[in-house]
């Protein structure tokens, strides 16, 4: 994604209706939105989906932009993440019906399609390992410093770069690669001794 400058100057044109200025920065931040959308969608035709609904906002919403409170990078991400979460949760709500009776063409009784429909969701045992999986991670992180949270969370859970993130805390950009190595090497030790334990 362009520099948070660039990208803060085009949404203020934006902001007055300027639809070059939003071409381009469509042009410039929709790669990095989409990867953003897709780590939490998965599915790429409904993550596509969602960065059309991200630009219709940004279009909308442009003059609540204030580089003063965040960067234009970090709310343009905020906002696809947002929409990708909304997306996936009125998806999660949508009711799924099936018929549970049909007659073949060839047949004179009805037959039970639920009988052959697989379910795809987890079992009580996957569901109970994720929840162990998640409390181990939780607590693994909490052994971290706050700089090496703080850096892991904008990497990961907001989809920034290591020059975005080191942009966001204000930390040099090798600094940032720092914390972000070591803490991924001290979450991989601290989750890999908690598998030995559970074994």
């Known amino acids: 994604m362009k520099d948070s400058a660039v990208l803060a100057e ?6 007055l209706g300027d639809r070059v200025a939003f071409d381009t920065l469509y042009r410039q931040s929709s790669a990095h939105l989409l990867g953003v959308i897709l780590r939490i969608q998965g599915n790429r035709a409904q ?8 630009y219709v906002n940004v279009w909308r919403a442009a003059q609540s932009f204030n580089p003063a409170l965040s960067q234009a990078s970090t709310w343009l991400v905020s ?9 996936l949760r009125r998806r999660q709500t949508q009711v799924q019906t099936v018929s549970t009776s049909a007659a073949g063409p060839d047949e004179d009784t009805d037959h039970d399609l639920l009988d052959h429909i697989a379910d795809d969701g987890p079992g009580p045992d996957e569901l109970l390992e ?16 706050a700089s090496q949270q703080h850096s892991l969370a904008l990497a990961y859970y907001q989809g920034l770069s290591h ?5 966001q805390l204000g930390e040099p950009l090798g600094t940032v690669k720092s914390w972000v190595r070591r ?8 989750l890999e001794r908690a598998s030995l334990a559970l074994r």
């Open 130 to 145: 994720r929840t162990a999986q998640a409390r181990e991670l939780q607590a693994c992180m909490a052994q971290l410093s």
């Open 79 to 87: 906002i696809a993440r947002h929409r990708a979460i909304d997306s």
């Open 47 to 54: 993550a596509e989906d969602v960065l059309q609904e991200v």
């Open 163 to 167: 020059a975005e993130v080191a942009d």
């Open 183 to 190: 803490g991924l090497q001290a979450l991989k030790g601290c």
């Open 10 to 15: 085009l949404l203020g044109r934006v902001a």
